[in-house]
């Protein structure tokens, strides 16, 4: 399992606008079939402060996902309303039965 924390400080101006694209990517995202889970969570001490966390299957699952319609638009309507650039970080984790 690979798991994404990808942090997004957002012009407070377009706090709406990244909230409906946030919206907009999620669920589509979580019904894709190499998707564990997909939520995004704003920092309580830090408004305008975000951060998705998204746990896939396999890198394949991501590189899938980078190439959806939904992830595409995304990262298009945010680029131009981001306080500064995104950063994701990758984390691999072995699951335990």
């Known amino acids: 399992m690979i798991i994404i924390h990808a942090s997004i400080k957002v012009n407070a101006p377009y706090r709406e606008i990244f909230l409906e694209e946030a919206r907009l990517v999620t669920k589509p995202s979580q019904a894709e079939s190499g998707n564990i889970s997909y939520q995004y969570y704003e920092n309580p001490e830090e408004a305008n402060s975000f951060i ?3 746990k896939w299957k396999d ?10 319609p ?3 638009r995304f990262i298009k309507a945010v680029e131009p309303i981001v306080a ?4 994701a970080e990758l984390f691999e984790a072995s699951v335990k039965n």
């Open 52 to 54: 998705f966390v998204e």
């Open 59 to 68: 890198e394949e699952a991501i590189q899938l996902h980078e190439e959806t």
């Open 70 to 72: 939904h992830f595409k």
């Open 84 to 87: 500064e650039p995104i950063h």
